[in-house]
Protein backbone atom coordinates (compact mmCIF):
# COMPACT_ATOMS: atom_id res chain seq x y z
CA UNK A 1 0.00 0.00 0.00
CA UNK A 2 1.30 3.49 -0.96
CA UNK A 3 2.27 5.91 1.93
CA UNK A 4 -0.14 9.16 1.77
CA UNK A 5 2.95 11.65 1.17
CA UNK A 6 3.04 9.57 -2.52
CA UNK A 7 0.16 12.14 -3.53
CA UNK A 8 -2.66 10.64 -5.45
CA UNK A 9 -3.99 12.05 -8.33
CA UNK A 10 -4.32 8.86 -10.34
CA UNK A 11 -5.48 7.85 -13.30
CA UNK A 12 -9.35 8.48 -12.15
CA UNK A 13 -10.30 4.40 -12.58
CA UNK A 14 -14.01 3.63 -12.18
CA UNK A 15 -15.44 2.00 -9.57
CA UNK A 16 -18.77 0.25 -9.70
CA UNK A 17 -21.25 -0.06 -6.60
CA UNK A 18 -23.03 -3.29 -7.12
CA UNK A 19 -26.29 -3.03 -6.44
CA UNK A 20 -26.25 -6.63 -4.07
CA UNK A 21 -24.70 -6.45 -1.06
CA UNK A 22 -23.36 -9.66 0.09
CA UNK A 23 -21.49 -9.32 3.89
CA UNK A 24 -19.56 -12.08 5.46
CA UNK A 25 -18.39 -11.78 8.88
CA UNK A 26 -18.88 -11.04 12.68
CA UNK A 27 -22.27 -9.56 13.39
CA UNK A 28 -23.11 -9.19 9.65
CA UNK A 29 -26.18 -11.31 8.02
CA UNK A 30 -23.63 -13.78 6.65
CA UNK A 31 -24.23 -14.84 3.49
CA UNK A 32 -27.32 -12.34 3.47
CA UNK A 33 -27.97 -11.13 -0.60
CA UNK A 34 -30.03 -8.11 -0.34
CA UNK A 35 -31.03 -7.09 -4.49
CA UNK A 36 -31.13 -3.18 -3.54
CA UNK A 37 -30.98 -2.44 -7.60
CA UNK A 38 -34.64 -1.38 -7.50
CA UNK A 39 -35.56 1.16 -5.27
CA UNK A 40 -31.90 2.31 -4.48
CA UNK A 41 -30.75 5.32 -6.65
CA UNK A 42 -27.12 5.16 -6.01
CA UNK A 43 -27.30 1.45 -7.36
CA UNK A 44 -29.57 2.32 -10.33
CA UNK A 45 -26.67 5.24 -11.06
CA UNK A 46 -24.14 1.79 -11.29
CA UNK A 47 -26.65 0.30 -12.66
CA UNK A 48 -26.41 3.40 -15.55
CA UNK A 49 -22.74 3.07 -15.57
CA UNK A 50 -23.03 -0.42 -16.66
CA UNK A 51 -24.92 0.14 -19.49
CA UNK A 52 -28.14 -0.41 -17.84
CA UNK A 53 -31.13 0.52 -20.14
CA UNK A 54 -33.44 0.68 -17.29
CA UNK A 55 -33.88 4.33 -17.69
CA UNK A 56 -35.06 7.04 -15.11
CA UNK A 57 -32.96 5.85 -11.72
CA UNK A 58 -34.97 8.11 -9.55
CA UNK A 59 -38.49 7.03 -11.29
CA UNK A 60 -39.59 4.55 -8.01
CA UNK A 61 -38.78 6.93 -5.92
CA UNK A 62 -41.51 9.25 -7.14
CA UNK A 63 -44.06 6.74 -5.34
CA UNK A 64 -44.61 8.94 -2.14
CA UNK A 65 -43.95 8.16 1.35
CA UNK A 66 -45.15 4.54 0.85
CA UNK A 67 -42.93 3.92 -1.72
CA UNK A 68 -39.75 1.43 -2.31
CA UNK A 69 -37.74 1.39 0.84
CA UNK A 70 -34.04 2.79 -0.28
CA UNK A 71 -31.22 0.48 1.83
CA UNK A 72 -28.06 2.86 3.16
CA UNK A 73 -25.50 2.96 0.58
CA UNK A 74 -21.92 2.11 2.11
CA UNK A 75 -18.39 2.47 0.42
CA UNK A 76 -15.42 1.87 2.23
CA UNK A 77 -12.34 3.66 2.07
CA UNK A 78 -9.14 2.39 3.62
CA UNK A 79 -6.48 4.80 4.17
CA UNK A 80 -3.02 4.44 3.13
CA UNK A 81 -0.19 3.71 5.73
CA UNK A 82 1.39 6.55 7.14
CA UNK A 83 4.83 7.69 7.04
CA UNK A 84 5.00 7.03 11.25
CA UNK A 85 3.16 3.85 11.19
CA UNK A 86 5.60 2.65 8.60
CA UNK A 87 8.52 4.05 10.45
CA UNK A 88 7.30 2.29 13.68
CA UNK A 89 7.13 -0.86 11.70
CA UNK A 90 3.43 -1.44 11.71
CA UNK A 91 2.13 -4.11 9.58
CA UNK A 92 -1.35 -3.63 7.23
CA UNK A 93 -3.95 -6.15 8.32
CA UNK A 94 -6.68 -5.18 5.16
CA UNK A 95 -6.54 -5.87 1.96
CA UNK A 96 -9.22 -5.27 -0.96
CA UNK A 97 -9.87 -8.00 -3.02
CA UNK A 98 -11.62 -6.75 -6.02
CA UNK A 99 -13.64 -3.73 -6.07
CA UNK A 100 -16.16 -4.54 -3.18
CA UNK A 101 -14.61 -6.91 -1.14
CA UNK A 102 -12.16 -6.26 1.94
CA UNK A 103 -10.30 -9.21 3.30
CA UNK A 104 -9.22 -9.07 7.46
CA UNK A 105 -6.06 -10.72 8.05
CA UNK A 106 -5.98 -10.60 12.07
CA UNK A 107 -2.46 -10.65 13.29
CA UNK A 108 -1.25 -13.96 14.64
CA UNK A 109 -2.65 -16.30 11.64
CA UNK A 110 -6.74 -16.37 12.86
CA UNK A 111 -8.83 -17.05 10.26
CA UNK A 112 -9.59 -14.08 7.68
CA UNK A 113 -12.98 -12.44 7.74
CA UNK A 114 -14.21 -10.86 4.87
CA UNK A 115 -16.72 -8.13 4.36
CA UNK A 116 -18.60 -6.62 1.36
CA UNK A 117 -19.80 -3.39 0.69
CA UNK A 118 -20.92 -1.24 -2.43
CA UNK A 119 -17.64 -0.39 -2.99
CA UNK A 120 -14.30 -0.70 -1.28
CA UNK A 121 -11.12 1.20 -1.86
CA UNK A 122 -7.49 0.87 -0.36
CA UNK A 123 -5.03 3.64 0.37
CA UNK A 124 -4.06 3.67 -3.87
CA UNK A 125 -7.39 5.41 -4.64
CA UNK A 126 -6.83 9.39 -5.32
CA UNK A 127 -9.80 11.90 -3.90
CA UNK A 128 -11.22 11.23 -7.88
CA UNK A 129 -11.70 7.89 -7.37
CA UNK A 130 -13.16 7.92 -4.08
CA UNK A 131 -15.91 11.55 -5.83
CA UNK A 132 -16.55 8.80 -8.85
CA UNK A 133 -17.23 5.32 -7.02
CA UNK A 134 -19.43 6.54 -4.29
CA UNK A 135 -22.04 7.70 -5.89
CA UNK A 136 -22.71 11.30 -4.70
CA UNK A 137 -23.27 12.23 -8.02
CA UNK A 138 -26.58 10.64 -7.84
CA UNK A 139 -27.49 11.92 -4.65
CA UNK A 140 -26.90 15.57 -6.02
CA UNK A 141 -29.26 14.46 -8.95
CA UNK A 142 -32.11 13.28 -6.32
CA UNK A 143 -31.31 16.28 -4.24
CA UNK A 144 -31.50 18.50 -7.46
CA UNK A 145 -35.22 16.38 -7.77
CA UNK A 146 -36.53 17.53 -4.43
CA UNK A 147 -34.93 14.74 -2.15
CA UNK A 148 -33.49 15.00 0.98
CA UNK A 149 -29.44 13.67 0.79
CA UNK A 150 -27.14 13.04 3.36
CA UNK A 151 -23.48 11.90 3.09
CA UNK A 152 -21.74 11.14 6.05
CA UNK A 153 -18.33 9.50 6.78
CA UNK A 154 -17.77 7.42 9.92
CA UNK A 155 -14.57 5.77 11.86
CA UNK A 156 -12.26 6.04 14.12
CA UNK A 157 -10.07 8.90 14.78
CA UNK A 158 -7.50 9.48 12.25
CA UNK A 159 -8.72 6.82 9.64
CA UNK A 160 -9.50 9.88 7.27
CA UNK A 161 -12.74 11.12 7.64
CA UNK A 162 -12.11 14.70 6.94
CA UNK A 163 -9.47 14.19 4.69
CA UNK A 164 -12.26 11.59 2.56
CA UNK A 165 -14.90 14.74 2.48
CA UNK A 166 -12.60 17.82 2.47
CA UNK A 167 -8.77 16.95 1.87
CA UNK A 168 -6.05 17.05 4.06
CA UNK A 169 -5.88 19.77 6.90
CA UNK A 170 -4.91 23.65 5.83
CA UNK A 171 -1.22 23.70 5.57
CA UNK A 172 -1.40 27.43 6.35
CA UNK A 173 -3.98 30.03 6.83
CA UNK A 174 -5.99 30.92 3.95
CA UNK A 175 -4.17 28.30 1.75
CA UNK A 176 -6.08 26.33 -0.27
CA UNK A 177 -6.55 22.60 -0.65
CA UNK A 178 -4.75 22.01 -3.97
CA UNK A 179 -7.25 20.66 -6.40
CA UNK A 180 -6.01 17.07 -6.44
CA UNK A 181 -6.40 16.42 -3.23
CA UNK A 182 -9.94 17.94 -2.70
CA UNK A 183 -12.56 15.83 -0.96
CA UNK A 184 -16.12 14.79 -1.98
CA UNK A 185 -17.70 18.08 -0.80
CA UNK A 186 -15.55 20.20 -3.24
CA UNK A 187 -16.15 17.83 -6.03
CA UNK A 188 -19.55 17.89 -5.86
CA UNK A 189 -20.00 22.10 -5.58
CA UNK A 190 -17.92 22.00 -8.82
CA UNK A 191 -20.24 19.05 -10.56
CA UNK A 192 -23.72 20.50 -8.88
CA UNK A 193 -22.59 24.15 -10.36
CA UNK A 194 -21.76 22.76 -13.83
CA UNK A 195 -25.31 20.61 -13.38
CA UNK A 196 -27.19 23.27 -12.44
CA UNK A 197 -25.81 26.15 -15.34
CA UNK A 198 -27.18 23.01 -17.71
CA UNK A 199 -30.52 22.55 -16.12
CA UNK A 200 -31.73 25.68 -18.12
CA UNK A 201 -34.25 26.79 -14.86
CA UNK A 202 -33.34 29.04 -12.26
CA UNK A 203 -32.47 27.58 -8.88
CA UNK A 204 -31.81 28.96 -6.09
CA UNK A 205 -28.79 27.40 -3.94
CA UNK A 206 -28.36 28.48 -0.25
CA UNK A 207 -25.90 26.99 2.34
CA UNK A 208 -25.74 26.01 6.71
CA UNK A 209 -22.84 24.85 8.57
CA UNK A 210 -22.69 23.56 11.91
CA UNK A 211 -21.09 21.31 14.49
CA UNK A 212 -21.88 19.80 17.42
CA UNK A 213 -19.03 20.33 20.16
CA UNK A 214 -19.49 19.00 23.38
CA UNK A 215 -23.51 18.52 22.54
CA UNK A 216 -23.70 22.01 21.50
CA UNK A 217 -25.12 22.98 18.40
CA UNK A 218 -22.71 25.71 17.00
CA UNK A 219 -23.61 27.73 13.59
CA UNK A 220 -20.44 27.44 11.84
CA UNK A 221 -21.60 30.59 9.49
CA UNK A 222 -22.85 33.07 12.60
CA UNK A 223 -22.26 36.48 12.14
CA UNK A 224 -20.77 37.13 15.49
CA UNK A 225 -18.87 34.42 17.95
CA UNK A 226 -20.95 31.13 17.60
CA UNK A 227 -23.46 30.53 20.56
CA UNK A 228 -25.22 27.47 20.97
CA UNK A 229 -28.75 26.87 19.00
CA UNK A 230 -31.80 25.27 20.78
CA UNK A 231 -32.80 21.91 18.12
CA UNK A 232 -36.50 21.97 17.94
CA UNK A 233 -38.90 19.68 16.35
CA UNK A 234 -42.04 20.12 14.59
CA UNK A 235 -44.38 17.75 12.45
CA UNK A 236 -43.43 19.00 9.36
CA UNK A 237 -39.64 19.71 9.74
CA UNK A 238 -38.78 16.93 11.76
CA UNK A 239 -35.69 17.66 13.74
CA UNK A 240 -34.21 21.35 13.34
CA UNK A 241 -31.88 23.89 14.46
CA UNK A 242 -33.51 26.86 15.44
CA UNK A 243 -32.09 30.18 14.28
CA UNK A 244 -29.59 28.79 12.14
CA UNK A 245 -28.09 31.24 9.45
CA UNK A 246 -28.93 30.13 5.83
CA UNK A 247 -27.00 32.19 3.27
CA UNK A 248 -27.97 32.22 -0.53
CA UNK A 249 -24.91 32.11 -2.81
CA UNK A 250 -24.54 32.43 -6.52
CA UNK A 251 -21.21 31.01 -7.68
CA UNK A 252 -18.87 28.10 -6.90
CA UNK A 253 -16.28 30.54 -5.19
CA UNK A 254 -18.95 31.57 -2.63
CA UNK A 255 -19.64 28.50 -1.65
CA UNK A 256 -15.85 27.96 -1.22
CA UNK A 257 -15.41 30.63 0.97
CA UNK A 258 -18.40 29.42 3.14
CA UNK A 259 -16.88 26.07 3.45
CA UNK A 260 -13.41 27.39 4.28
CA UNK A 261 -14.96 30.08 6.89
CA UNK A 262 -16.55 26.56 8.60
CA UNK A 263 -13.62 24.82 8.46
CA UNK A 264 -11.56 27.45 9.92
CA UNK A 265 -13.87 27.83 12.14
CA UNK A 266 -14.68 24.06 13.60
CA UNK A 267 -12.64 22.76 16.62
CA UNK A 268 -9.81 20.57 15.87
CA UNK A 269 -6.76 19.63 18.17
CA UNK A 270 -3.42 17.57 18.13
CA UNK A 271 -3.57 14.29 19.48
CA UNK A 272 -1.26 11.04 19.09
CA UNK A 273 -3.06 9.72 16.41
CA UNK A 274 -4.27 12.63 14.45
CA UNK A 275 -2.28 16.17 14.39
CA UNK A 276 -5.72 17.56 13.08
CA UNK A 277 -8.44 15.82 14.91
CA UNK A 278 -11.73 17.26 14.74
CA UNK A 279 -13.39 17.66 17.51
CA UNK A 280 -16.49 18.20 16.66
CA UNK A 281 -19.31 16.29 14.13
CA UNK A 282 -20.29 19.16 11.53
CA UNK A 283 -23.15 19.24 9.08
CA UNK A 284 -22.75 21.64 6.15
CA UNK A 285 -26.08 21.57 4.51
CA UNK A 286 -27.29 22.95 0.64
CA UNK A 287 -30.41 23.47 0.03
CA UNK A 288 -31.76 23.41 -3.76
CA UNK A 289 -34.95 25.09 -4.32
CA UNK A 290 -36.54 25.68 -8.04
CA UNK A 291 -38.41 29.18 -8.49
CA UNK A 292 -41.37 27.05 -9.56
CA UNK A 293 -41.35 26.28 -5.85
CA UNK A 294 -43.52 28.64 -2.85
CA UNK A 295 -41.48 30.41 -1.07
CA UNK A 296 -41.46 28.94 3.17
CA UNK A 297 -44.50 30.10 5.24
CA UNK A 298 -42.17 30.22 7.92
CA UNK A 299 -39.70 33.38 7.44
CA UNK A 300 -37.28 31.07 9.59
CA UNK A 301 -37.88 27.92 7.16
CA UNK A 302 -35.66 26.85 4.72
CA UNK A 303 -37.26 27.18 1.02
CA UNK A 304 -38.82 24.34 -0.02
CA UNK A 305 -36.98 21.81 -2.33
CA UNK A 306 -34.38 19.27 -2.18
CA UNK A 307 -31.06 18.90 0.31
CA UNK A 308 -27.78 18.02 0.43
CA UNK A 309 -26.22 17.35 3.47
CA UNK A 310 -22.65 16.29 4.58
CA UNK A 311 -21.60 15.35 7.92
CA UNK A 312 -18.18 15.30 9.08
CA UNK A 313 -18.43 12.89 12.18
CA UNK A 314 -15.60 12.96 14.47
CA UNK A 315 -13.71 9.87 15.29
CA UNK A 316 -14.64 7.40 17.97
CA UNK A 317 -11.40 7.17 20.19
CA UNK A 318 -9.65 5.56 22.95
CA UNK A 319 -8.98 8.26 25.22
CA UNK A 320 -5.89 6.17 26.19
CA UNK A 321 -4.59 5.52 23.28
CA UNK A 322 -4.69 9.23 22.04
CA UNK A 323 -3.47 10.52 25.51
CA UNK A 324 -6.43 12.79 25.95
CA UNK A 325 -6.25 14.45 28.94
CA UNK A 326 -8.58 17.64 30.74
CA UNK A 327 -10.52 19.14 27.77
CA UNK A 328 -9.63 16.61 25.36
CA UNK A 329 -10.74 14.16 27.38
CA UNK A 330 -13.93 15.60 27.81
CA UNK A 331 -14.34 16.17 24.37
CA UNK A 332 -13.75 12.35 23.61
CA UNK A 333 -15.89 11.72 26.05
CA UNK A 334 -18.99 13.73 24.43
CA UNK A 335 -18.02 11.95 20.98
CA UNK A 336 -17.88 8.87 22.02
CA UNK A 337 -21.11 9.19 23.72
CA UNK A 338 -22.78 10.77 20.72
CA UNK A 339 -21.23 8.16 18.67
CA UNK A 340 -22.65 5.26 20.95
CA UNK A 341 -26.16 6.75 20.81
CA UNK A 342 -25.85 6.96 16.35
CA UNK A 343 -24.72 2.71 17.20
CA UNK A 344 -27.52 2.27 19.49
CA UNK A 345 -29.88 4.23 16.97
CA UNK A 346 -28.26 1.55 14.04
CA UNK A 347 -28.68 -1.67 16.04
CA UNK A 348 -32.46 -1.08 16.35
CA UNK A 349 -33.26 0.41 12.96
CA UNK A 350 -32.01 -3.22 12.17
CA UNK A 351 -34.47 -4.90 14.47
CA UNK A 352 -37.01 -6.65 12.66
CA UNK A 353 -39.53 -5.39 15.42
CA UNK A 354 -38.75 -1.39 14.39
CA UNK A 355 -41.73 -0.78 13.77
CA UNK A 356 -43.23 -1.08 16.70
CA UNK A 357 -39.77 -0.20 18.38
CA UNK A 358 -39.00 3.13 19.54
CA UNK A 359 -35.69 4.38 18.16
CA UNK A 360 -34.13 6.96 20.81
CA UNK A 361 -32.84 9.70 18.48
CA UNK A 362 -33.61 12.30 21.43
CA UNK A 363 -30.56 10.75 22.78
CA UNK A 364 -28.06 12.80 21.55
CA UNK A 365 -27.73 16.30 19.11
CA UNK A 366 -25.98 13.78 16.40
CA UNK A 367 -28.70 11.31 16.17
CA UNK A 368 -31.24 13.81 16.49
CA UNK A 369 -29.78 16.14 12.72
CA UNK A 370 -29.49 12.12 11.62
CA UNK A 371 -32.85 10.82 12.16
CA UNK A 372 -33.97 11.57 9.36
CA UNK A 373 -30.99 10.44 6.62
CA UNK A 374 -31.18 7.07 9.01
CA UNK A 375 -34.78 5.76 9.53
CA UNK A 376 -36.85 8.80 7.93
CA UNK A 377 -37.49 10.00 4.33
CA UNK A 378 -33.71 10.75 2.91
CA UNK A 379 -31.65 9.43 1.00
CA UNK A 380 -28.01 8.10 2.48
CA UNK A 381 -24.50 7.48 1.48
CA UNK A 382 -22.02 6.30 4.37
CA UNK A 383 -18.25 6.68 3.67
CA UNK A 384 -16.57 3.87 6.03
CA UNK A 385 -13.06 5.17 6.98
CA UNK A 386 -10.70 2.91 8.21
CA UNK A 387 -6.65 2.43 9.16
CA UNK A 388 -4.72 -0.42 7.78
CA UNK A 389 -2.96 -0.64 10.56
CA UNK A 390 -2.50 -3.92 12.92
CA UNK A 391 -2.67 -1.39 15.97
CA UNK A 392 -5.94 -0.47 14.76
CA UNK A 393 -7.43 -3.33 14.16
CA UNK A 394 -10.40 -3.47 17.14
CA UNK A 395 -11.65 0.17 16.52
CA UNK A 396 -11.17 -1.28 12.33
CA UNK A 397 -13.39 -4.29 13.02
CA UNK A 398 -15.87 -2.28 14.99
CA UNK A 399 -16.27 0.16 12.15
CA UNK A 400 -16.21 -2.53 9.63
CA UNK A 401 -19.74 -3.94 11.93
CA UNK A 402 -21.25 -0.97 12.01
CA UNK A 403 -21.05 -0.44 8.07
CA UNK A 404 -22.36 -3.95 7.51
CA UNK A 405 -25.27 -3.45 9.52
CA UNK A 406 -26.10 -0.11 8.33
CA UNK A 407 -26.34 -1.42 5.13
CA UNK A 408 -28.74 -3.32 5.53
CA UNK A 409 -31.09 -0.20 6.96
CA UNK A 410 -33.82 0.93 4.93
CA UNK A 411 -35.19 4.61 4.32
CA UNK A 412 -38.43 5.31 2.77
CA UNK A 413 -37.42 8.71 0.00
CA UNK A 414 -40.23 11.11 -0.09
CA UNK A 415 -41.34 12.09 -2.97
CA UNK A 416 -40.57 15.28 -4.16
CA UNK A 417 -43.68 17.87 -4.07
CA UNK A 418 -44.33 18.80 -7.57
CA UNK A 419 -43.66 22.32 -8.89
CA UNK A 420 -46.81 24.50 -8.29
CA UNK A 421 -48.47 24.68 -12.15
CA UNK A 422 -50.44 27.13 -13.36
CA UNK A 423 -54.10 26.32 -12.67
CA UNK A 424 -56.56 25.67 -15.34
CA UNK A 425 -58.84 28.69 -16.32
CA UNK A 426 -61.71 26.99 -15.12
CA UNK A 427 -60.31 26.28 -12.17
CA UNK A 428 -59.32 30.61 -11.25
CA UNK A 429 -62.87 31.22 -12.10
CA UNK A 430 -64.27 28.88 -9.90
CA UNK A 431 -61.43 29.96 -7.17
CA UNK A 432 -62.69 33.87 -7.83
CA UNK A 433 -66.29 33.05 -7.28
CA UNK A 434 -66.28 30.91 -3.62
CA UNK A 435 -63.99 33.95 -2.74
CA UNK A 436 -66.53 36.19 -3.29
CA UNK A 437 -69.33 34.16 -1.58
CA UNK A 438 -67.51 33.03 1.41
CA UNK A 439 -66.19 37.27 1.83
CA UNK A 440 -70.36 37.31 1.45
CA UNK A 441 -71.08 34.57 3.35
CA UNK A 442 -68.75 36.00 6.14
CA UNK A 443 -70.42 39.47 6.35
CA UNK A 444 -73.80 38.48 6.42
CA UNK A 445 -72.55 35.90 9.65
CA UNK A 446 -71.01 38.76 10.98
CA UNK A 447 -74.36 40.79 11.26
CA UNK A 448 -76.38 38.12 12.05
CA UNK A 449 -73.95 36.44 14.72
CA UNK A 450 -70.96 38.79 16.06
CA UNK A 451 -69.09 35.84 17.11
CA UNK A 452 -69.62 34.54 14.37
CA UNK A 453 -66.54 36.76 12.82
CA UNK A 454 -64.43 35.40 15.17
CA UNK A 455 -64.41 31.98 13.36
CA UNK A 456 -61.53 33.99 10.49
CA UNK A 457 -58.53 33.70 11.05
CA UNK A 458 -57.56 30.18 12.04
CA UNK A 459 -58.12 28.28 8.59
CA UNK A 460 -56.34 31.17 6.64
CA UNK A 461 -52.45 29.91 7.23
CA UNK A 462 -53.73 26.85 6.05
CA UNK A 463 -55.74 28.32 2.69
CA UNK A 464 -52.43 29.72 1.61
CA UNK A 465 -50.78 27.05 0.94
CA UNK A 466 -52.03 26.53 -2.80
CA UNK A 467 -54.45 27.34 -4.84
CA UNK A 468 -56.12 23.58 -5.37
CA UNK A 469 -55.95 23.76 -1.41
CA UNK A 470 -58.04 26.96 -1.18
CA UNK A 471 -60.28 25.62 -4.00
CA UNK A 472 -60.83 22.92 -1.13
CA UNK A 473 -61.32 25.12 1.34
CA UNK A 474 -63.43 27.85 0.54
CA UNK A 475 -65.85 24.89 -1.02
CA UNK A 476 -65.27 23.61 2.97
CA UNK A 477 -65.84 26.55 4.40
CA UNK A 478 -68.50 27.90 2.11
CA UNK A 479 -70.81 24.68 3.14
CA UNK A 480 -70.11 25.34 6.80
CA UNK A 481 -71.48 29.07 6.70
CA UNK A 482 -74.05 28.64 4.29
CA UNK A 483 -75.11 25.75 6.90
CA UNK A 484 -74.33 28.09 9.86
CA UNK A 485 -76.80 30.74 8.37
CA UNK A 486 -79.88 28.91 8.14
CA UNK A 487 -79.57 27.53 11.61
CA UNK A 488 -79.18 31.09 12.75
CA UNK A 489 -82.42 32.48 10.23
CA UNK A 490 -84.58 29.53 11.81
CA UNK A 491 -83.55 29.78 15.08
CA UNK A 492 -84.27 34.13 14.62
CA UNK A 493 -87.80 33.19 12.98
CA UNK A 494 -88.47 30.68 16.47
CA UNK A 495 -87.83 33.51 18.05
CA UNK A 496 -89.63 36.01 16.41
CA UNK A 497 -92.89 33.46 16.74
CA UNK A 498 -92.02 32.92 20.05
CA UNK A 499 -91.76 36.56 20.89
CA UNK A 500 -95.31 37.12 19.08
CA UNK A 501 -96.81 34.89 21.35
CA UNK A 502 -95.90 36.54 24.56
CA UNK A 503 -96.80 39.61 23.39
CA UNK A 504 -100.57 38.21 23.02
CA UNK A 505 -100.21 36.82 26.42
CA UNK A 506 -98.81 39.87 27.86
CA UNK A 507 -101.82 41.98 26.93
CA UNK A 508 -104.17 39.10 27.92
CA UNK A 509 -102.87 39.54 31.55
CA UNK A 510 -103.06 43.11 31.70
CA UNK A 511 -106.66 43.19 30.28
CA UNK A 512 -107.74 40.56 33.07
CA UNK A 513 -105.44 42.45 35.67
CA UNK A 514 -106.83 45.09 34.44
CA UNK A 515 -110.70 44.05 35.47
CA UNK A 516 -109.70 42.59 38.28
CA UNK A 517 -108.23 45.42 40.25
CA UNK A 518 -111.40 47.36 38.87
CA UNK A 519 -113.49 45.24 40.16
CA UNK A 520 -112.06 44.89 43.54
CA UNK A 521 -111.49 48.70 43.83
CA UNK A 522 -112.76 49.50 47.32
CA UNK A 523 -114.31 53.25 48.06
CA UNK A 524 -117.40 54.36 48.70
CA UNK A 525 -119.81 56.34 46.24
CA UNK A 526 -120.57 55.45 42.08
CA UNK A 527 -118.40 52.72 40.41
CA UNK A 528 -116.16 54.95 38.27
CA UNK A 529 -116.61 54.23 35.00
CA UNK A 530 -115.46 51.54 32.69
CA UNK A 531 -112.12 52.50 31.04
CA UNK A 532 -113.97 50.98 28.30
CA UNK A 533 -116.17 53.77 27.68
CA UNK A 534 -113.90 56.86 29.01
CA UNK A 535 -112.42 57.78 25.97
CA UNK A 536 -113.53 56.61 22.30
CA UNK A 537 -110.70 53.73 21.55
CA UNK A 538 -108.66 55.27 19.01
CA UNK A 539 -107.62 53.41 15.76
CA UNK A 540 -105.83 50.83 16.97
CA UNK A 541 -103.42 48.06 15.43
CA UNK A 542 -103.77 45.52 17.95
CA UNK A 543 -103.50 42.01 17.78
CA UNK A 544 -106.22 39.43 18.14
CA UNK A 545 -107.18 38.44 21.23
CA UNK A 546 -105.83 35.03 22.71
CA UNK A 547 -109.67 33.63 23.20
CA UNK A 548 -111.02 33.21 19.53
CA UNK A 549 -114.65 33.14 22.17
CA UNK A 550 -116.97 36.02 21.48
CA UNK A 551 -117.01 37.21 25.59
CA UNK A 552 -113.11 37.08 25.60
CA UNK A 553 -113.82 40.58 22.77
CA UNK A 554 -116.01 42.57 25.49
CA UNK A 555 -114.73 44.26 28.24
CA UNK A 556 -115.92 42.05 31.04
CA UNK A 557 -117.52 45.27 33.39
CA UNK A 558 -119.29 47.25 30.27
CA UNK A 559 -119.09 44.70 27.49
CA UNK A 560 -117.49 47.08 25.36
CA UNK A 561 -115.57 45.87 22.36
CA UNK A 562 -112.35 45.38 23.53
CA UNK A 563 -109.93 46.45 20.51
CA UNK A 564 -108.09 49.27 22.50
CA UNK A 565 -106.60 47.15 24.99
CA UNK A 566 -103.96 45.81 22.97
CA UNK A 567 -103.77 49.74 21.46
CA UNK A 568 -99.87 51.06 22.68
CA UNK A 569 -101.55 53.86 24.35
CA UNK A 570 -103.59 51.83 26.19
CA UNK A 571 -101.64 52.21 29.57
CA UNK A 572 -103.57 55.94 29.27
CA UNK A 573 -107.18 54.67 30.28
CA UNK A 574 -105.79 52.42 32.84
CA UNK A 575 -106.50 53.50 36.62
CA UNK A 576 -104.10 54.87 38.99
CA UNK A 577 -103.62 51.84 41.07
CA UNK A 578 -102.72 49.74 38.35
CA UNK A 579 -100.27 52.03 37.62
CA UNK A 580 -98.44 51.87 41.20
CA UNK A 581 -99.00 47.95 41.15
CA UNK A 582 -96.75 47.90 37.99
CA UNK A 583 -94.04 50.69 38.91
CA UNK A 584 -93.47 48.14 42.59
CA UNK A 585 -93.22 45.39 41.04
P1 LIG B 1 -10.27 11.69 10.77
O1 LIG B 1 -11.07 12.83 10.25
O2 LIG B 1 -10.90 10.38 10.48
O3 LIG B 1 -9.95 11.82 12.20
P2 LIG B 1 -8.29 12.75 9.04
O4 LIG B 1 -9.06 12.92 7.81
O5 LIG B 1 -8.04 13.98 9.81
O6 LIG B 1 -8.91 11.66 9.99
O7 LIG B 1 -6.95 12.03 8.61
C1 LIG B 1 -5.88 11.82 9.49
C2 LIG B 1 -4.59 12.02 8.74
O8 LIG B 1 -4.49 11.06 7.71
C3 LIG B 1 -4.52 13.37 8.06
O9 LIG B 1 -3.23 13.88 8.15
C4 LIG B 1 -4.84 13.08 6.62
O10 LIG B 1 -4.23 13.98 5.72
C5 LIG B 1 -4.30 11.66 6.45
N1 LIG B 1 -5.08 10.87 5.49
C6 LIG B 1 -6.25 10.32 5.72
N2 LIG B 1 -6.68 9.64 4.65
C7 LIG B 1 -5.75 9.77 3.70
C8 LIG B 1 -5.62 9.30 2.34
N3 LIG B 1 -6.57 8.56 1.76
N4 LIG B 1 -4.52 9.64 1.67
C9 LIG B 1 -3.59 10.39 2.23
N5 LIG B 1 -3.66 10.86 3.49
C10 LIG B 1 -4.71 10.55 4.23
MG1 LIG C 1 -11.84 14.50 11.22
Same mark, same amino acid.
Given at each position: ???????????????????????K???????????????????????????????????????????????? &?????V????????????Q??????????????????????A?????V?D???? &????????????????????????V??F??????????L???????????????????M &??????????????????????????????????????????????????????????????????????????????????????T???????????????????????????????????????????????A???S?????????????????????????????????????????????????????????????????????????????????????????Q????????????????????????????????????????????????????????L???????E?????????????????????????????????????????????????????????????H?????????????????????A??????????????????????
Amino acid at each position: MAAWEAGDEGGGRKVCIASPSVVKGEGTGEGKERDSGGANPCAKQNMEERGSPDGDPARNLEQGPEGPETPI &QVVLRVRPMSAAELRRGEQSVLHCSGTRTLQVSPPGGGPDVAFRFGAVLDGART &QEDMFRACGVRRLGDLALRGFSCTVFTFGQTGSGKTYTLTGPPPQGEGVPVPPSLAGIM &QRTFAWLFDRVQHLGAPVTLRASYLEIYNEQVRDLLSLGAPRPLPVRWNKTRGFYVEQLRVVEFGSLGALMELLQMGLSRRRSSAHTMNQASSRSHALLTLYISHQTQMPPVDPGEPPAGGKLCFVDLAGSEKVAATGSRGELMLEANSINRSLLALGHCISLLLDPQRKQSHIPFRDSKLTKLLADSLGGRGVTLMVACVSPSAQCLPETLSTLRYASRAQRITTRPQAPKSPVAKPPQHLETELLQLQEENHRLRSQLGQMDPKASGLIGARVAWAQRNLYGMLQEFMLENERLRKEKRQLQSSRDLAQDEQRILAQQVHELERRLLSACYLHQPGPGPAPPCPCVMVPPPPCHALPPLCPCPCCHLCPLCQAPLAHWACPRRELHLPQVWFLQRQTS
